[in-house]
């Protein structure tokens, strides 16, 4: 069955969003926020509510971790046992040299070899972020606009949003919605999600939005483009406005945008696109 319009939300959860106090629980307060993407988050449901209707299917990635991830602060630290702080960027040759080390020796041959394949691929290094999206977890949940657009949609539409769980493997960063950084053969999880992908594909018109533009959106554009047919590209709509870059990361940002109305993808705002 073709769906003729689908909306793939990537990652809209709490922990990604600069949240004002009146939208968080208690003391609780987001971990990883992305500057502008509370904003991001209101523009997107306004626009999903406005055209519930006429969307056909939703698929909502979900950044899902726990505390002990390769790529938390909980797995490494410094020569001399000190903290390593979030937003350090590693590479191999810091941990071979002893900069940087698993906290449990153990896991160094196999974080050494995660990390030289990672590198190998040349997209990304390692960065050790702060603990996010720990599954059960507040920061793990979605944006509370975004989520009651979903609702609506469930109940005027009589389908179910399809929820996509990613990053799950503690060995392994996994940005994109589509497959792990490095996938594991014997790791399924990691490994490319064919009924998504084969989900997407059949979309006549894809629009997507979500956090952050510079990692997770980024990541699984360029996953889906290298393998959907030459031509999907120009079926695909990116919402510039319901996406923001990981503080620091603008350059990477503008790129990506680049990058993609270069592949024929469609950039619009929210109150441009109209079903």
């Not at 390593?84 to 050494?112: K, M, N, S, Y």
């Not at 960063?173 to 399924?188: G, I, Q």
């Not at 047919?229 to 923001?244: E, G, H, Y």
């Amino acid at each position: 069955m073709t769906l003729a319009t689908q909306l793939l939300l990537i990652d809209p959860q709490n922990d990604f969003c600069d949240l004002p106090a009146a939208y968080c629980c208690g003391d609780l307060r987001p971990s990883l926020p992305v500057p502008g993407a509370h904003a991001d988050m209101q523009r997107l449901a306004h626009w999903l509510l406005q055209f519930s209707t006429r969307i056909d299917h939703i698929s909502i990635t979900l950044d899902s971790h726990q505390a002990f991830d390769v790529a938390h602060p909980t797995f490494w630290q410094q020569a001399d046992g000190s903290a390593v702080a979030p937003f350090t960027a590693l590479t191999a040759a810091q941990v071979r040299q002893g900069v940087f080390l698993p906290r449990e020796p153990v896991h160094l041959a196999r974080a050494l070899a995660y990390m030289d394949a990672l590198e190998a691929r040349g997209r990304y290094t390692l960065m050790v972020w702060p603990v996010h999206c720990e599954i059960g977890s507040w920061g793990h949940g979605v944006h509370a606009d975004v989520l009651k657009a979903c609702q609506q949609w469930q109940h005027q539409r009589q389908r179910a949003v399809l929820n996509v769980f990613k990053g799950t493997n503690p060995w392994t960063e996994h940005y994109s919605a589509l497959e792990a950084e490095v996938p594991d053969p014997l790791a399924p999880e990691t490994c490319l999600n064919r009924p998504l992908l084969s989900s997407l594909l059949q979309a006549q018109r894809l629009v997507v939005a979500g956090e952050a533009s510079s990692h997770c959106v980024r990541a699984t554009m360029e996953h889906l483009l290298e393998h959907a047919p030459d031509d999907f590209a120009q079926r695909i709509v990116l919402l510039t406005d319901a996406m923001s870059p990981v503080h620091g990361f603008d350059d990477q940002h503008h790129a990506f945008l680049q990058r993609m109305h270069s592949a024929g993808v469609q950039l619009c705002s929210t109150a441009a696109l109209a079903l």
